[in-house]
């Protein structure tokens, strides 16, 4: 089986360094320079301490023709357009394309695919990119899947050969299921990002601890959760186990990179907006965000 | 003419430098070896690049018997509580009381005051001090003065001997005065704590400006202000003078100090409290700073 991964971020050369153990992976980058070096060096995959070498195939993201078995997407969602033009214009449309994006906004880009296989993913991994090529799995988790758009028949193909180490795992629902990552997202990114406090701060601190309650509680009515006390707790949860992590958030204020913020707090703007509802913290906490990046982008 | 001033930080020394120019002062610090350090030296103001010192008397605040004709008292709004019981200890009260808290919420302590004329002012002045027995006066404005209680003669009196240099104004409604300053303070001083940015930053940020009219709507409605706009427009004002400064609550959060934000934004949400309002924003700005206090006491 071949399985195409387009963009080398964290996520990008961590699901290329596993999926390579066992199939025919080509990673598709941005600049042709990290496609050189990936051919050069491998993904190189830190875990535990220890270090693994992957040798892949790597190719700028012009030379993707969607020929693959499975596509994996792994960009960013604000970088998402130009690869879905781009797969409306191919000559034959890839088979079975698997997105992992933050957020929900982008779904409605993917309705615009036709005859596709179209999955989703939720991915719960830690991971850091160390350079063009090394990425540092630093959170082991899982990835959850499930079916957008047509047949689940290859979804549950890929379930069953993925690495046992880097396991997927299937979910019915797919709204819920990115719903659910997004409402953790929510809160947890922009608070850490806006007091630039590591995530176990969140709820160490009684005060911080009411603002996030009070953010949660103003998420979760907008989107209308039915399990609110148990998706608290998962973000209680989250908190705890990542304790000492700094959010991706934070760490793309601190990089001066663009944050996740539209995908994410804004999406909750426009679900807010179109039911008429307000949202002030939700606004307030987005602007913030976006304020920040615009320092930041003084620097940069 | 004799005046006691209680409480010598950066707003105290200011009064006492230049009021010692033409009448009889005191100052009464908190601590024993600041009154001697303020003997020893004088009180040294900065401004624009000049130094004068002024030779006062200074006693620790125990000391304090109320026997001067006016007693201007420049503490911080939470340290007020043990100065009003020990006033109304007093073998004999003091006749004229000039109160230069920010905040609203000890309006309430100063009612239990009896038999006495009461003033309040609001500050606008920019003073820092930098050690103490120096302050450098660093935002040359006015301090609005109004009766809170009592006989206007002697307030007048005040006005027409204050240096012509470091005025008094007359305000005739002591509420909207306070208020006023409440409202400015309550914008200014918690985002640029939160985001840690000078002043200028909040209008020059598109988006923090967002934030800041958002906040402003919500404060305005709670203490239900009919000039608003007026009031916003000199928020903004108050931004470009005061662009490269860094508020008092910024300085406080830096300084690893206690912030005034319980007479500033708390005072606010027991009014949203009582009037049965929400308040989403100013609870937040509130606890992030409660939080942020608690933070920096982790360092202190």
């Known amino acids: 089986m071949r399985v195409g991964i387009i963009g080398a971020g964290s996520i990008g050369l961590l699901f290329a360094a596993y999926f390579s153990r066992i199939v025919d992976v080509t990673v598709y980058t941005r600049t042709p320079e990290q496609a050189t070096e990936i051919i050069k060096y491998g993904i190189v995959l830190k875990k535990n301490g220890e270090q693994t070498i992957s040798n892949t195939k790597a190719l700028p993201i012009n030379e993707w023709k969607g020929i693959e078995d499975l596509t994996i997407i792994s960009v960013k969602q604000y970088q998402l357009r130009p690869i879905i033009e781009k797969i409306n214009q191919l000559p034959i449309l890839p088979n079975n394309l698997l997105f992992l994006q933050n957020g929900m906004g982008h779904l409605k880009q993917l309705e615009t695919i036709p005859n596709t296989n179209i999955f989703v993913g939720a991915v719960e991994h830690g991971a850091l990119k160390e350079n063009s090529y090394t990425v540092s799995h630093n959170g082991e988790a899982v990835t959850k899947v499930a079916v957008f758009k047509g047949n689940p028949t290859f979804l549950f193909d890929c379930i069953s050969f993925a690495p046992l180490e880097f396991p997927l795992v299937f979910k019915e629902d797919y709204f819920t299921m990115l719903q659910s990552k997004l409402v953790v997202n929510a809160v947890i990114n922009p608070l850490t990002a806006i007091l630039e406090v590591e995530n176990g701060k969140l709820i160490k601190n009684e005060y911080y601890f009411q603002v996030l309650k009070n953010l949660y509680s103003e998420v979760s009515s907008i989107l209308n959760l039915d399990n609110t006390e148990e998706q608290l ?54 602007y913030l965000i976006k304020g920040k990046e615009m320092i930041k982008e003084e620097y940069a």
């Not at 908190?239 to 934070?250: K, P, Y």
């Not at 996740?260 to 509802?277: Q, R, S, T």
């Not at 949202?279 to 906490?285: D, E, F, H, Y």
């Open 233 to 286: 707790q998962q973000i209680i949860t989250i908190c705890n186990n990542t304790s000492a992590n700094r959010s991706s958030m934070l760490k793309d204020i601190e990089a001066h990179r663009m944050t996740e913020v539209d995908a994410i707090l804004g999406y909750i703007l426009e679900v807010a907006e179109h039911k008429g509802m307000k949202s002030p913290q939700v606004a307030n906490l987005y």
